[in-house]
């Protein structure tokens, strides 16, 4: 069955340290890509997203993504992380497998040591 | 702008309860979806509209009732809760313009948390 994974339920990081969260998927051709932030008892928010072109794609407050067709990857990156960038991020895929409606992985919450 | 709203933003039911989860916004949407949110699933899609009078399944519809008769509102209805369905329902909204609705930032609700006993 088609599916996203995000292998890394929780990820610890340091303020100031850099950040990169996996997504892997199972579609055979691509995608479209997303990334969606989930600050606490909040909804989620779109960080970015990708459909095609340049495989590297700038979001919102500082983190990107790359997408790797042989490795079926849309990894979130940031430089340096803040404590305010703790949260639950979420990787989403669209296909025409699945009518466009999003698949989304479970999620990967990140914790930021001060 | 209030964007997505949803009520209540909890709500704890007997099995075999009936119920309504409200939602609505103010952007004007055409596409709106029901999500629910179990911990280590992720988001799982209920029901979906992309305008009024048109909805569809999603992946996990059986439970529940959806309607859509304007373009801002889109009330999700449990018709007999099972223990099966506690969760956290999230609401989301976009705009349709030229591409398939999901393409477009997804607008989301605060989310309900519902219990069911």
């Known amino acids: 069955a088609q599916s996203v994974t995000q292998p890394d339920i929780h990820i610890t990081v340091s303020e100031g340290a850099s950040l990169e969260l996996r997504c892997n998927y199972s579609y055979g051709a691509t995608p479209y890509l997303f990334w969606y932030v989930q600050s606490p008892g909040q909804g989620l928010q779109l960080l970015l997203k990708?459909?095609?072109?340049d495989t590297l794609v700038q979001g919102i407050k500082g983190f990107e993504a790359e997408f790797k067709r042989s490795q079926s990857s849309f990894n979130l990156r940031k430089p340096s992380v803040h404590w305010s960038d703790a949260a639950e991020y979420f990787c989403a895929v669209g296909h025409m497998d699945s009518n466009y409606q999003l698949i989304w992985g479970a999620g990967t919450k990140l914790i930021i040591k001060p | 702008n209030a964007g997505v709203t949803q009520t209540p933003k909890f709500q704890v039911l007997k099995t075999g309860q009936s119920m309504t989860l409200q939602c609505a916004q103010d952007?004007?949407?055409?596409?709106m979806s029901w999500y629910r949110q179990d911990p280590g699933m992720g988001l799982r899609l209920i029901h979906y509209s992309v305008g009024a009078g048109i909805t569809d399944q999603g992946e996990v519809p059986n439970g529940y009732n959806v309607s859509r008769s304007t373009t801002e509102d889109f009330p999700l209805r449990l018709l007999s809760a099972a223990p099966s369905q506690t969760s956290v329902y999230f609401c989301?909204?976009?705009?349709?313009?030229?591409?398939?609705?999901?393409?477009?930032?997804?607008?989301f609700g605060p989310g309900t948390r519902l219990t069911v006993l």
């Open positions: 990708y459909f095609s072109g």
């Open positions: 989301a909204s976009s705009y349709v313009g030229e591409s398939f609705p999901t393409y477009n930032e997804q607008f």
């Open positions: 952007m004007n949407h055409e596409y």
